[in-house]
């Protein structure tokens, strides 16, 4: 899963572009499509990763765009999803946050098991105008939170969502910490992840698998397993110190 371009700039130029422009862009490159073992949902995606690339590179004017995620449901949001569908009560009346949300596939399935209140993050303009479309289409409401939570202590929520989030080195090693200090001021931590290069070796407890049908433009295979983890508190001392890292304020 290669997920940048070489030379991809640290800011996001897709900022610059009102959102009504986004909201334009999101829906002309994708198609309301439904979801195997996800009855009731409905998500406006891509059917290839890499006309989208190229047009989000000619909107924003500038070479070197990210990976069009929200575009696409990925193998670890699709077990986490399943494993909502088959689990409300994991949701059912919390307060939800789905962290790197991409399309909001976890979010929406999380409003729609009946969470109190569900907000969706994640740091690329796009994804803010695939939300808004993707909940709409499908009746829910979602709170969209686009800056990197990452840089602050998680927040105050019963359920934290993240799914598909160990594909890349430095994301996997900033939000483990993060995910560790959510869990240890008392969230519910939940995790789905198709095996990806960068999971953390402890701290997750599987408590699910799903085989989950995924598109051979995206992975090498059509079937993918996704697992899902709970993310628990270690006393490890590394694990422990990651975890305070986190949740101290940024000092300049
Ligand atoms: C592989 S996608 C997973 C999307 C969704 N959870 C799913 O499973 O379909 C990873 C997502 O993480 C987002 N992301 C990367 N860095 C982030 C950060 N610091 N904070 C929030 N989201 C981030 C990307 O923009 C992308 O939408």
């Known amino acids: 899963m290669s997920t940048r371009r070489a030379n991809e700039p640290e800011d996001r130029p897709a900022r610059t572009l009102p959102l009504s422009h986004r909201r334009s862009f999101v829906a002309h490159h994708t198609r309301a499509q439904t979801l195997p073992g996800l009855p009731g949902l409905r998500l406006h995606l891509a059917d290839d990763a890499v006309p989208v690339w190229q047009a989000t590179e000619a909107a924003t004017g500038v070479a070197g765009a990210p990976l069009p995620f929200w575009a696409f449901a990925w193998s670890g949001g699709l077990a986490l999803a399943r494993y909502l569908v088959e689990h409300p009560e994991e949701v059912r009346g919390r307060r939800v946050l789905d962290f790197a949300t991409g399309s909001g596939l976890v979010a929406i399935v999380a ?95 599987e408590i699910a698998s799903f085989e989950v049908e995924t598109t051979t433009k995206l992975e090498d295979r059509a079937v993918v397993t996704g697992r899902v983890y ?15 890292r986190a949740s101290a304020p940024s000092v300049e």
């Open 111 to 205: 409003a729609q098991a009946g969470a109190a209140s569900v907000a969706a993050v994640d740091i690329d303009p796009f994804a803010e105008a695939a939300v808004g479309i993707n909940a709409k289409a499908n009746g829910v409401r979602i709170e969209y939170i686009g800056r990197d939570l990452l840089g602050e202590p998680p927040p105050d929520v019963d359920v934290l969502l993240a799914a598909d989030t160990w594909y890349e080195g430095p994301f996997a090693e900033r939000a483990y910490p993060w995910l560790l200090a959510a869990a240890a001021q008392g969230s519910r931590v939940l995790v789905g992840d198709p095996g990806r290069i960068y999971r953390p070796a402890d701290g997750l407890h």
């Open 230 to 244: 709970v993310v628990r508190a270690t006393d490890e001392p590394g694990a422990a110190a990651a975890a305070a």
